[in-house]
């Protein structure tokens, strides 16, 4: 069972006057209130069996829709296979939930284009993810030879108007771990763009300045991006922070102070390019505090209270609903939520842990204050 969860509220802040009167933000006594359409998670990683179980409720309670990721073991490389696991999903899904998933196809050297096919008809796959073989989680049995094998695949691709979520990093372990985005944007995803200027792209958890720019120099509504907490509220300082920090530990990995900033002006500044995508990514406590830690941090339960904190420390909160709840269904072409949640400014403290009879599941932020909290409104 989740440990409960007690979100005391202490410490609020009083609000400028510039949010009082407008529609969205509404100042109930001392607490500030954002309404906003139901965001989606255009970026996530639910696993299978007693983690499915354990991390879909934290999702569905505050996301409609979901991006599922297909890196499970086996992956995720054909329609049927992510029939049968959208039903693991809405089974292990609350009672009267009605969060959506959105599955993926896991890209392998060996995908055939008639798979692409049968993903479009099967009405429940709606994007394919590229993994370079060996970038991260369960990557081995990724792409090798994208501009040779996979070719005709990424032309059907096109044409079925199905989308490709690139990790973006090379794998050459001869290229240093903190430049392997860069490296992948000049060797591969530039010349794949020219080559398949109709496949629409999207580029995961940017971590760059690089990424930035690179997404800003592409036509709107055919590459964008999603962007995670970690990647806008953390530099590769807290990596080390008084100690190792296998915590603060994901793919791509944490990067400059500089990189950051960059992308956090990029996703207040209101560009459609750029929408939310956690990667919450559970790994059980022992697996990440480990003498050879999993990459991924579990984000899911604090995700929106963290955008939030984002956007208001920019100045931009205005912004934030764009980003969390507009963004993505515009560039997936499907339609914006229609229900509401409403962001209380109300201090809460992250649970230490989340302990299930499998073991503990530590979140982003564990123990820490944080200010905004959702609910179904
Ligand atoms: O940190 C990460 N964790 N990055 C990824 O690309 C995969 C993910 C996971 O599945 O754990
Ligand atoms: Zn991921």
């Not at 690139?166 to 860069?182: L, Q, Y």
């Not at 507009?326 to 989340?354: A, H, M, Q, W």
């Not at 982003?364 to 200010?371: I, N, P, R, S, V």
């Amino acid at each position: 069972m989740i440990k409960s969860w007690v979100l005391p509220c202490k410490a609020l802040k009083f609000p400028s006057s510039n949010f009082e009167g407008s529609n969205k933000f509404r100042c109930r006594g001392a607490k500030m209130e954002l309404t906003i359409t139901r965001p989606d998670d255009w970026h996530l990683h639910l696993r299978d069996g007693e983690l499915l179980q354990a991390v879909v409720p934290h999702s569905a309670s505050h996301f409609g829709r979901a991006i599922v990721m297909p890196n499970l073991k086996p992956p995720i490389t054909t329609t049927a296979a992510a029939v049968a696991y959208r039903e693991s999903i809405l089974k292990a899904m609350p009672a009267g939930s009605d969060f959506t998933p959105l599955m993926t196809l896991y890209l392998t050297d060996t995908t055939e284009p008639h798979e692409i096919k049968l993903a479009r008809r099967s009405g429940v796959v709606y994007a394919v993810k590229l993994y370079p073989a060996g970038a991260t989680t369960n990557s081995q049995d990724g792409v090798t030879d994208l501009f040779g094998r996979c070719l005709p695949v990424l032309e059907e691709m096109a044409e079925q108007n199905i989308p490709l979520l690139v990790h973006g990093e090379v794998t050459d372990p001869d290229i240093d771990v903190f430049d392997r985005e860069g490296v992948f944007i000049d060797t591969v995803l530039r010349p794949l763009i020219q080559r398949l200027p109709q496949l629409k792209v999207v580029m995961e958890h940017i971590t760059t300045m690089d990424a930035v720019k690179f997404v800003e120099s592409c036509e709107e509504g055919s590459v964008a991006a999603t962007v995670t907490p970690q990647h806008l509220l953390l530099n590769r300082n807290s990596l080390f922070q008084g100690g190792l920090q296998p915590h603060n530990y994901c793919l791509p990995v944490l990067k400059r102070e500089i990189h950051r900033q960059a992308i956090v002006s990029a996703v207040t500044s209101g560009s459609k390019r750029f929408f939310i995508g956690t990667d919450s990514a559970p790994h059980e406590r022992r697996r990440k505090e480990s003498s050879c830690g999993c990459a991924g941090i579990y984000s899911a339960p604090v995700a929106l209270s963290l955008y939030a904190k984002v956007f208001e420390e920019a100045g931009a909160i205005d912004k934030l609903e764009a980003f969390l709840s507009f963004n993505g269904p515009d560039f997936y072409g499907l339609p914006r939520n229609t229900s509401k949640i409403k962001l209380i400014k109300n201090s809460f403290n992250v649970p230490e842990c989340f302990s299930f009879p499998f073991g503990d599941i530590v979140p982003m932020f564990a123990g820490e204050t944080l200010e905004w909290q959702s609910s179904i409104s």
